[in-house]
């Protein structure tokens, strides 16, 4: 199975920050990866998927990059709706692997 | 506009098997596009895809599961289902159905998800 590990676990911040959440593959997969926002009680959002491509609708405060094993998810100013837990997962290869998230907090 | 619901018993004893349905609307589950299945949250954790099924029969399963698991989809009924045995309080979770597209690898639709009690 492909390893996927997020970085930080638990990021504090303020309204109006920059925030950068990291995934970590355990073997490379070129873009194949997948980020989501989840809220207490729902079900997780699509937000990005083939590492950078926004999903419709969703914030342009939301990008994605990176390739192989090292992934990014940014969200350049935060507002009060994105704090959420944000989970990354791979779809190159069965079993399909999610993150362990991060919790982004105030 | 494609919506999936769970259905299905929230509590569940030790050693039984668990059986979920999910009622797929606003699109057909023949769409060739998308894959049908279904992944858990335990209350508090991550997320940890289970099983798929296609609409051809095809499925596929974690293997941390495989040999408790099955899934399959009924045509007629729009419907597709996840079987679960052996079931132990490791087990207790959100399951989510959802509907995938990418060669099945996406999550791109999620039920609201359901959760199951493994409990005596």
């Known amino acids: 199975d492909i390893q996927m590990t997020q970085s930080p676990s638990t990021l504090s911040a303020s309204v109006g920050d920059r925030v950068t959440i990291t995934c970590r593959a355990s073997?490379?997969?070129?873009?194949?990866l997948a980020w989501f926002q989840q809220k207490p009680g729902s079900a997780p959002k699509l937000l990005i998927h083939?590492?950078?491509i926004l999903e419709s609708g969703v914030s342009s405060n939301f990008s994605g990059s990176g390739s192989g094993t090292e992934f990014t998810l940014t969200i350049n100013s935060l507002q009060p709706d994105d704090f959420a837990t944000y989970y990354c997962?791979?779809?190159?290869?069965?079993?399909?692997?999610f993150g362990q998230g991060t919790k982004v907090e105030i | 506009q494609l919506q999936l619901q769970e259905s299905g018993p929230e509590l569940v004893k030790p050693s039984e098997t668990l059986s979920l349905t999910c009622s797929v609307s606003?699109?057909?589950?023949?769409?060739?596009?998308?894959?049908w299945g279904w992944i858990r949250q335990p209350p508090g954790r991550g997320l940890e895809w289970v099983a798929s099924v296609y609409y051809s029969g095809s499925t596929h399963y974690n293997p941390s599961l495989q040999s408790r698991v099955s899934v399959s989809a009924d045509m007629s009924k729009n419907q597709f289902s996840l079987e679960l045995n052996s079931l132990t309080a490791a087990d207790t979770a959100v399951y989510f159905c959802?509907?995938?597209?990418?060669?099945?690898?996406?999550?791109?639709?999620w039920g609201q998800g359901t959760l199951v009690t493994v409990s005596s």
């Open positions: 606003g699109d057909s589950l023949s769409n060739s596009a998308y894959y």
């Open positions: 997962q791979q779809y190159y290869i069965y079993p399909w692997t």
């Open positions: 083939k590492a950078s």
């Open positions: 073997q490379s997969f070129q873009t194949w």
């Open positions: 959802v509907g995938l597209r990418q060669f099945g690898g996406l999550p791109v639709k």
